[in-house]
């Protein structure tokens, strides 16, 4: 199943706001069918955005407006301006050409995901990431496998964390970065199911992540078609848990990272860093070579898009506040690079 491709002339793609309710093809013709689909995430995660752009451009037909305007359809993943600018370069080959960098930016994100999930995983089961021993203290009630990444520490393997309870890893995350997010494989996500295909999985703990539930719709119904074992998690409930120990490590994808590391990603992120770097539990960014953006060289100049205040007052159509209720609604938020235990990518892995 392809999140999203090229089919006999068209843009098809999966419309994720019907998920896990039901499983729609949308089937775009034009730009700014694109554009809408974009905008209001049906098609989303950066990765696929960035297919998503590349393809885009095929249906512009080279209208400059049109460029633009898939290129701005949404401002904080740098994959959807990287992906129409990498097709965009063909247009003057002409259609054809455009099309087929747009199929090998999709193949690309195809092969990248794999990559990713396998360099993941061995990073997570091979004891290169270090964990001070378990502390002590109120939140340390159950055995907790949870340390801090550091390498000036008497440090525990990881392995040796799973080998005498012959368990697997315990993994939290927040909002969607499966296959959903990119064509086939996902990114952090992609790890764990990595991770599940090796028998190395325990537990994926999914934060809802609202306002728009990606976590709840989307990673519950993927990691149910993963036959994963997985639970839901209210996003309050993160940092705690978090404290309480019994996380391995927590997974994340990414939007759009700055030179310096510095990381922007589903709001709720940031609180969740906070929360590993508090309790010693290892946070790792799972993204593509593709996500990094070298010509912003911190968080600071990473646009941060606000979705406007409906999307907190309802939830999937039903009023939630009183009428008139205003609210705020960052869609994204940076995490600081020294809150980042590793970057992993389709090519390396980063400590930032
Ligand atoms: C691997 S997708 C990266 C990123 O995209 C998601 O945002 P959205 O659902 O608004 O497109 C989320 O931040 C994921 O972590």
Redesign the pocket.
Known sequence: MRTIDWVDGAVELIDQTRLPDECVTLRITTVDELVDAIRR?AV????A?GVAGALGVVLSGGDPDAVARLRAARPT?VNLAWGVDQAAAWLPEGRAAVLEAALRIRDEDIAACLAMGERGADLLTSGALASKAPTSGAFASEASTSGAFASDLPAVDLPDLLAPAGRGLRIMTI???GGL??VER???LGVAQTLHERGLLAEVLALETRP?L?GARLTAWELARMGAPHRLVADGAGPYLLARGGVDAVL????RIAANGDTA??IGTYALALGAARAGVPFLVV?PETTIDVATPTGAGIEIEDRGAEEIVTLRGTRLAPEGTDAVNP??DVTPHDLITAIVTDKRVIRP
């Open positions: 995430l989303r995660g950066a990765p955005l993943a909002c969607n970065t997010a990119a996902g990114t952090a728009l990606q994340v994808g990414a939007d990603n589903k993204a869609a994204f």
